[in-house]
């Protein structure tokens, strides 16, 4: 069973502030942005339950399992708390800092036909 | 008409063996330590007008993190079509990314480049942190990257 779970990365990002460093899609000040229990609270109005909440430039991001069970990501305006964007994430397998120790490629498909590779080819791949 | 049809295929018949032979190139990656979470990786080629050409390896499973490998994101709009099934998970700090690619050889000693952009979460993003030109002579001669990338070689 989940229960709403915050990333310590959440807590570090806010002082810091270091999500808004490119300024490229919000520009707004942290000083405004809404405080995390209203992002959790809002998780809990609409039946989310929360797996992790952070900032990334500047947005609120929530990762959460749905009402429909289904694993959502949501970003959320800082000061508004109004979904900017809303998808599915039902491929659940590895968070921005992934699993290096599993470094296979993702799923089966070949390479792309761009020119560069031979075709038919798999790469092989490895971490070490 | 006769001549031309016989210098087409004269020249097809010499350039199509170049286009199709390969052989396998292993590129290292090796990643500074840096204290931080796994760095997301691309690896791309660009031609000698510095064009976007394709993209060799994606180090990081999610898409919507992609715009922080900013050259790249730049040059591809984006896609991730463009890295589908040449994708992973992200390297961890001080790791060595090894990929075994089979590659054309048309690639080498014509103006292509190697590029690495590299990213870390709460960290700076570093577009361009290593590249090294795809020629013959830079084989097993690494570089040094800028800030994530240690080292980045290719051997063949």
């Known amino acids: ?128 | 008409m006769k001549s031309l049809i016989a210098a087409l295929t004269l020249t097809t018949a010499l350039t199509a063996p170049g286009l199709v032979s390969a052989e396998p190139v292993t590129f290292t990656t090796t990643l500074k330590d840096y204290g931080g979470r796994g760095a997301y990786v691309a690896l791309y080629v660009t031609d000698e007008t510095g064009a976007y050409a394709g993209s060799l390896w994606m180090a990081g499973g999610k898409s919507k993190y992609y715009k922080h490998l900013s050259d790249w994101y730049r040059m591809t709009g984006g896609d991730s079509g463009e890295v589908n099934g040449i994708s992973g998970a992200s390297v961890g700090s001080g790791r060595t990314l090894e990929i075994t690619l089979d590659l054309s050889d048309a690639l080498f000693d014509a103006g292509y480049t190697l590029h690495v952009d590299a990213s870390v979460e709460d960290f700076r993003d570093s577009p361009n942190d290593a590249s090294v030109p795809l020629t013959r002579d830079a084989a097993n001669t690494p570089v040094a990257g800028r800030m994530y990338v240690s080292s980045l070689s290719y051997s063949m």
């Open chain 1, 1 to 128: 069973m989940l229960k709403p779970i915050l990333a310590v990365t959440a807590l570090a990002a806010i002082p810091a502030g270091i999500a808004l460093a490119d300024g490229k899609d919000y520009r707004g000040s942290l000083k405004d942005a809404q405080p995390m229990s209203a992002v959790l609270q809002l998780a809990e109005e609409n039946g989310w339950m929360v797996r992790e909440l952070d900032m990334d430039d500047g947005f609120y991001e929530v990762e959460a399992r749905n009402a429909e069970g289904r694993m959502i990501e949501v970003k959320l305006h800082p000061e508004t708390l109004q979904i900017v964007e809303h998808e599915y994430d039902d491929d659940d397998d590895d968070d921005w800092h992934g699993n290096a120790n599993n470094p296979a490629r993702a799923g089966t498909a070949e390479p792309p036909q761009n020119g560069l590779f031979a075709p038919g080819a798999a790469p092989q791949v490895e971490v070490k």
